[in-house]
């Protein structure tokens, strides 16, 4: 069974760091791409970032720089870095397995999300 | 940048047929995928690639996608369907784009 459990949210303050993690089970985070995808509070989702199988990350424009996507194979975990942290981060960060298809793709598994408020 | 632009908000009756729409331009030309998020939940994939069901999603569910619409069509709507609805797409210049969303009350 595919599962995924995010951890490391929290209250931090602006211009704080954070990292968040997804460790994944019932499948291998090395051989798929992943991402996170996170939603502020009362808002729609919005995509943060992917890493492919093969290493390449790519960002959203609004996080471009400041944070940075990884993994750790033998552990079967998702990072997300998260630096320079804005109150405009808070959010609920869901980590999520994306599938490619001929024109994009999808994410056809998440997890339960973790809050991150950036707050003095 | 790519736009997606979904209604706030859909009524259904009981048992009747909810249609949620999704515009983009050319958006037919794109794979549409759609989420369904109830409260203090993660999103769940519904429909992916304009039309296709993952597997213990019922065929109450369905999707097309055409010109500059993409729709999920949810038929004998139910108690348990009332839930935010988000479509989503790939961009080459945004890579992943989602709608904005649509909270769907069955009345």
């Known amino acids: 069974e595919v599962q995924l459990v995010e951890s490391g949210g929290g209250l931090v303050q602006p211009g704080g760091s954070l990292r968040l993690s997804c460790a994944a089970s019932?499948?291998?985070?090395?051989?798929?791409?992943m991402s996170w995808v996170r939603q502020a509070p009362g808002k729609g989702l919005e995509w943060v970032s992917v890493?492919?199988?093969?290493?390449?990350?790519y960002y959203a424009d609004s996080v471009k720089g400041r944070f940075t996507i990884s993994r750790h194979n033998s552990k079967n975990t998702l990072y997300l870095q998260m630096n320079s942290l804005r109150a405009e981060d808070t959010a609920v960060y869901y980590c999520?397995?994306?599938?490619?298809?001929?024109?994009?793709?999808?994410?056809?598994?998440w997890g339960q999300g973790t809050l991150v408020t950036v707050s003095s | 940048s790519y736009e997606l632009t979904q209604p706030l908000s859909v009524s259904v009756a009981l048992g009747q047929t909810a249609r949620i729409t999704c515009g983009g331009n050319n958006i037919g030309s794109k794979n549409v995928h759609w989420y369904q998020q109830k409260p203090g939940q993660a999103p769940v994939l519904v429909i992916y690639r304009d039309s296709n069901r993952p597997s213990g999603i019922p065929e109450r569910f369905s999707g097309s996608n055409s010109g500059n619409t993409a729709t999920l069509t949810i038929s004998r709507a139910q108690a348990g369907d009332e839930a935010d609805y988000y479509c989503q797409v790939w961009d080459s210049s945004t890579y992943v784009v989602f709608g904005g969303g649509t909270k769907l009350t069955v009345l």
């Open positions: 890493i492919y199988s093969g290493g390449s990350t």
């Open positions: 019932g499948f291998t985070v090395s051989s798929n791409y």
């Open positions: 999520a397995r994306y599938m490619p298809d001929s024109y994009g793709g999808y994410f056809d598994y």
